[in-house]
């Protein structure tokens, strides 16, 4: 799996060392200089980049036009097609209409397709219309669909069992594309990543991942250890995303990076 964590701008190059790959935020392209300076850099880097609408921050999709025009400006490796969050009809009639406006043969970065549903019915058929229709298929952490499921109290656990028995049910259901490159959204809990990793044949169609958890819980202190990474901080990384880190922080934020990396998702090369 490649492994991408969102950070503040002024430690998104530190950072940046212990990632494969950037995960740019398109409304902060639009908002800060420094954002888009660094992402900029990253592409002369011949960094991977992947270019995301900013549902998950901003409540709803970034406005459609806008977005086409970033693409166009920073032709990134990949990008989220505009999804409307948890709306199974809506969000295959908004993928249809920034695909009919949009001509991705301008650029040569690859569309990545969201599912989105509310029952399981529905989101196996997003799954396979995205499978069908472009190019990467993203699942998000943060369904209601997986509280349901699961039936467990507290969110972020919900959320981590959930997207398991998600792809495991797509899975039995031999629905899933083995062919296809997957990325997953965010996390609740950053040991769900530990199981596919222990399960890497069966998962092998997971390409990358994004979470900005291990910032977030090293920025209030949080430090990862065998024993404690159960907890889900209420924050957004762009709620920090203008903060001064101290060097302390710094320090807790490294430690869980390079933990999340050696003993969590356990990137190999």
Known sequence: MLISHEAPKNIMNVVQEYTDYDYCLV?????????????????????????????????????????????????????????????????????????????PFKVTGKTIGVVQGKTYKEMKESYMFMCENADKVAISFGYDYYIKETGEDYKPLAFCKGRIMLLNRLIDDGVIDYNKPH???GCGLPVEFSYYQQ?????????????????????????????????????????????????????SIISNVKYFRNNIAMKVD
């Open 27 to 103: 409304h902060l392209m639009q908002e800060s200089n420094e954002y888009r300076n660094f992402f900029f850099d990253a592409k002369k880097k011949n960094r991977k980049i992947i270019l995301d609408c900013s549902l998950y921050e901003l409540g709803h999709a970034y406005d459609i036009n806008k977005y086409i025009a970033w693409i166009n400006i920073l032709d990134p490796n990949e990008y989220i097609v505009p999804d409307v969050f948890q709306n199974f009809e809506d969000n295959i009639k908004s993928f249809e209409k920034f695909m009919s406006i949009h001509n």
């Open 199 to 251: 399960n890497k044949l069966k998962y092998s169609f997971i390409e990358s991942i994004d979470t900005s958890h291990p910032v977030l819980n090293g920025y209030f202190g949080e430090l990862y250890t065998e024993d404690k990474m159960g907890t889900k901080r209420p924050e957004k990384m762009v709620d920090i995303f203008e903060e001064d880190v101290s060097a302390s922080q710094l320090s």
């Open 183 to 185: 990325h997953l959204l």
